[in-house]
């Protein structure tokens, strides 16, 4: 097993719990519902992928457990805290130590290196060129791109973007991935490589992962899959 990147606060603690969230838009005359009674534990070994098609509510999901939304109504607790009880400050605190976020598009800095825009969070963080390079260089070759650390985002192909998307996140050491439509701009084979690299960063690193998705083939490569339809999880298990 290699270095555990979680923080010294891994024990028993459970990564998260949701208990009957609901989250609802008024759009002009109408409240649109468009969480409805989502319940769900996450333990920190956990490989999650929450599945569903388009406009089911899967990334008002992952906004609300990422701290970048609240519920309407119902309660959130990350490693036992319940979110509604934090300011906004010990929120942005939160969300910048222990969530680490992939998206669909990569969304890295077109005039950055790989280098440079996995050693951006810390930057933030207001750490020393040097240290921030070493840590970043580490995180490049976790996701097997060492020898690309120079090359800016168009001198990369897309799953070569996305790895340098997750080695960002991996940087501030997060104990949770969260990953929207990770594959959802890659070919089929490359988007099995990067389920196969979040499969061995939930195994080797210990970290908590979860995958949001469409795609079933993608969603039934985790342990645990749940299916969201129009709001609800209406089913895990075996999928189509
Ligand atoms: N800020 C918002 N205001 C109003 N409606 C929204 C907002 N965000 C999402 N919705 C609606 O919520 C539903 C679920 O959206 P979303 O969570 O993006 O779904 P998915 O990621 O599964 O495609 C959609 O019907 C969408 O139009
Ligand atoms: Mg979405």
């Not at 409805?36 to 992952?62: A, F, H, Q, R």
């Not at 906004?63 to 609240?70: A, F, P, Q, V």
């Amino acid at each position: 097993m290699g270095t555990r990147v979680r923080g010294p606060e891994q024990g028993t603690e459970r990564m998260l719990k949701l208990d009957n969230i609901h989250k609802s838009y008024q759009v002009g005359p109408v409240m649109l519902e468009v969480l409805k009674c989502i319940s769900l534990t996450v333990e920190p070994s956990d490989l999650l992928s929450i599945v569903g098609t388009s406009g089911s509510g899967k990334s008002t999901l992952m906004n609300i457990i990422g701290l970048l939304d609240t519920p309407t109504s119902g309660s959130y607790y990350m490693q036992d805290k319940e979110i509604s009880k934090l300011t906004d400050s010990q929120l942005s605190e939160i969300r910048n130590q222990k969530i680490g976020f992939v998206f669909q598009q990569f969304n890295l800095i077109s005039r950055l290196s790989a280098l440079g825009n996995v050693g951006l969070p810390l930057v933030y963080r207001g750490m020393a060129k040097r240290r921030r390079n070493a840590l970043a260089e580490e995180m490049l070759a976790k996701v097997g791109l060492d020898d690309r650390a120079h090359h800016r985002p168009v001198e990369l192909s897309g799953g070569q973007q996305q790895r340098v998307a997750i080695a960002r996140a991996l940087v501030g050491k997060p104990a949770i991935i969260l990953a929207d439509e990770p594959t959802g701009a890659l070919d089929p084979a490359v988007g099995k490589d990067i389920m196969d690299l979040f499969i061995r960063l939930n195994q080797a690193e210990g970290i908590t992962v979860i995958i949001i998705t469409h795609d079933y083939d993608v969603a039934n490569q985790c342990q645990r899959v749940l299916k969201l339809t129009q709001g609800r999880f209406v089913e895990s298990g075996a999928t189509p």
